[in-house]
């Protein structure tokens, strides 16, 4: 067993790496800080490098934060959204040694009997497991997902770790509650361990998207998965940043926006669900341009009523009504808001929604920027806390998340795309009645009890 290996598997080996966690992100905060406001300068590009390794290192959700910020431009400096990027799908991986052991205890220990080869090296390595390839006794070729060991309990010290990072924002801010943001990051995590649950939501999509010939879905080789294991078919492509390297004309990359748009918000408004992970490493790009979806484990079904919030939000925004902008904030959960507080959401709703609301083909980095939207947000924040603060609904946490991940993807391929009228021919007929029926279909035929959703 490799030095890495006994770290991971060895309580101790694991109090280490927090440790070393603390001391990077801690670090950063400080000597940031200290940049700001002392005028100390600091070796970013090494300290990035530090925080990169610690964070591939833990795994857990500390690392999809990460990942997060890495893709939202001008989140950060540009030396640390280099080395965090780094984290999309190529994190430190488990030796050989310790990939058998893991493999043996899912499939028996005759499992090398069930393929006609695995590759030893992962092909990618990301928060929670990492993905080997592989291919069948039939000759498919397989994309293997074997999760990292003890990850239950590396997400419960992750999640104790954030709610004392709440608790502590929250006595020197009360600008935004953030119970109900620890509720859903809690859930949604705790449904990513799940393999099955993944490979029901794999069935979901395929159900969904099967009339979308432009985004391709993995099929799940059942008799290969297990709880902790998830075997797929293997799907062709690149990364976006690859195939942006090779310099791809307007028309492509207006082609696979497009396209991407298609995978994310079809399901959403036809189905009430959403993909809730659109980082880079969570799908490719094919030769024809078509885009495949690789990791479904951060799948999450809206109640109606949420999805229609969304849509009269837009209407609200489109004609300055500021009536109907309560009703929508009323259907996505918030309460007791009077009209200071509608006032001020609608600040931020206006940037999300800039795109949507303009009659144009002009690039999102011409109307929404990341350094606009610190502008927007600390402005936000500083009227949330004259007025006492608010608590956005749990649902909200993942489609702002969602929403603000595609965009920045849209930013970096520098699409011109007239998204105003794509949405609108997406909304035109929508029927409440219909999602709702569409989405008690759709999650029975995947094997989804929606009735238990938080």
Known sequence: MSETDTEKSNPIGRLKRYANVTSAVGGLAARMAGERYLGIKIDRENHAKVLTEALGGLKGPLMKVAQILSTIPDALPPEYREELSKLQADAPSMGWLFVKRRMATELGLDWQKKFKSFEKQSCSAASLGQVHKAISLDQKILACKLQYPDMQSAIEADLKQLKLGFTLY???????????????????????????????????????????SSVNVPEVIEDLSTKRLLTMTWLQGEKLTQWLEQ???????????????????????????????????????????????LDFGSIRFFNPTFVEGVIVLYKALKTKNSKLAEEAYFKWGFGNLNKEMIEILSLWAEFLYAPLLNDSSEPISQLRDGSEGRKVAAKVHQELRKVGGVEPPREFVLMDRAAIGLGSVFMRLKAEVNWHRIFEDMIENFDIKKLTNKQVNISKEAGINIDTLD
Do not use: Q
């Open 170 to 212: 929250e006595r020197a801010d009360k600008a935004i509650s953030t119970k109900s943001i620890h509720k859903e990051l809690s859930a949604r995590l705790s449904e990513e361990l799940d393999y099955n649950r993944e490979a029901s939501n794999i069935k979901l999509y395929s159900s969904i998207l099967d009339s979308e």
């Open 247 to 293: 310099d791809p004309n307007l028309k492509s990359r207006n082609n696979v926006a497009i396209n991407m748009f298609k995978a994310w918000y079809t399901p959403f408004y036809f189905y009430g669900v959403i993909h809730g992970d659109p980082h880079l490493g969570n799908y490719s790009i094919t030769k024809n341009e078509n885009i495949n979806l």
